[in-house]
């Protein structure tokens, strides 16, 4: 039996302008990524996910961001490691606050956007922020979307990092990611066919139609996709087949 966790990003509404099927998803995940306030979210989104993740018994992570909601953070920035590393840490700390109020914990870190490929780009900049976040919390789980970032983690002493991979974006032959301006309608099944294959062999056809190595313990499902539960019927109907079962970011990751 092959374990593997599905994390969706969450609580990215604010204000009057909502964003995401976060009441429609969070059944069919085991991981959810809270947006921490700076890119998107607010002190009421953040109670109202963190409740919702906890009714689910989903596990809370801290989806920090650079502080530009008007850009969704998305648009570079010049911050230095110090300065990113401290933008992670207030947002776990708002999280963690919601999260105790409500009888849980914060298990992991997936930074989003810009402040994603700046970590990428950067060890620096990553292992000032790996670093920092266990200053905090020395159980936090890396989740780490790109294999330069994971390579990182594996060299910081302590900290336990999952790689993911996705199934809902297109792959290049060198294991990017195709990002669209704007998400649309995928084939359920070619999106269920690609997370038994990472989940069973850790290979996923990239766009060119070549076999890449994808060797993830997570697969992010994206929320706001339109047809988002659709996708995640189809794959909890197809695992049920391949000996695949959902369990949470603590159980998959490697000590």
């Known amino acids: ?9 969450m609580g990215e509404s604010f204000g009057n302008w909502s964003m995401g099927n976060d009441a429609e998803v969070m059944p069919y995940v085991t991981s959810a990524n809270v947006a921490g306030g700076y890119h998107a979210g ?17 596990g809370i992570g801290v989806h920090p961001g650079l502080p530009d909601k008007m850009g969704f953070g998305r648009r570079k920035m010049d911050a230095s490691p110090e ?13 963690t606050a919601f999260a105790r109020r409500h009888g849980t914990s ?9 402040m994603y490929s700046m970590l990428s780009e950067s060890p620096e900049h990553a292992r000032a922020v790996m670093e920092g976040m266990l200053e905090v919390d020395e159980d936090l789980i890396y989740l780490a979307t790109d294999m330069n970032i994971y390579e990182v983690a594996q060299e910081v002493d302590g900290l336990r990092a999952v790689f ?11 294991r990017s990611l195709i990002v669209e301006q ?3 309608d995928r084939d359920p099944d070619l999106v269920a066919d690609r997370f038994v294959s990472i989940a069973t062999e850790g290979v996923v056809e990239a766009a060119n139609g070549e076999e890449i190595s994808v060797p993830a313990d997570s697969i992010c499902i994206h929320g706001d996709n339109p047809n988002a539960v ?3 019927e189809a794959i909890h109907e197809r695992i049920d087949d391949h000996d695949v079962e959902l369990a949470g970011l603590p159980a998959v990751v490697a000590d």
Do not use: F
């Open 1 to 9: 039996m092959v374990e593997i966790d599905i994390n969706c990003d």
């Open 42 to 58: 607010d002190p009421h989104v953040m109670r109202e996910t963190v409740e919702l993740a906890a009714d689910h018994d989903v």
């Open 83 to 95: 300065e990113v590393r401290d933008y992670v840490i207030y947002q776990l700390g708002a999280l």
């Open 106 to 114: 914060v298990q992991h870190v997936k930074p989003h956007g810009a």
């Open 164 to 174: 993911e991979g996705y199934v809902d974006l297109d792959y290049r032959a060198d």
């Open 182 to 184: 704007e998400l649309s």
């Open 230 to 232: 659709e996708l995640l």
